[in-house]
């Protein structure tokens, strides 16, 4: 998974307070941007805009063996790019 970035989309309607981070909403999976290991690319493995999201500072190539996304955010995986990023 080397050419993974994790990204947060975040829920916006939680009510965070102005200059807090919105909670976590769901994890995905994108490509990294070409020539780059650490940058999103422009979409999601399920397809959505990385636009709006953050890029988490979790990178599965440094844990190898592991799930390509932090286990502190497990139960919020988007299941279309989990299923994308097994296959890969």
């Given at each position: ?8 989309e975040y829920d916006h309607s939680a ?11 769901r994890v995905h999976a994108a490509p ?57």
């Amino acid at each position: 998974m080397s050419g993974t970035v994790v990204v947060y989309e975040y829920d916006h309607s939680a009510g965070a307070a102005p200059g807090d981070r919105a909670p976590v909403l769901r994890v995905h999976a994108a490509p990294a941007a070409p020539g780059q290991s650490a940058v999103r690319g422009p979409r999601t493995l399920c397809g959505k805009d990385t636009f709006a999201m953050g890029t988490a500072p979790w990178r599965p190539a440094e844990h190898p063996g592991s799930d390509w996304y932090p286990p502190e955010h497990a139960d919020r995986v988007c299941p279309a790019c989990d299923d994308a990023a097994s296959e890969g």
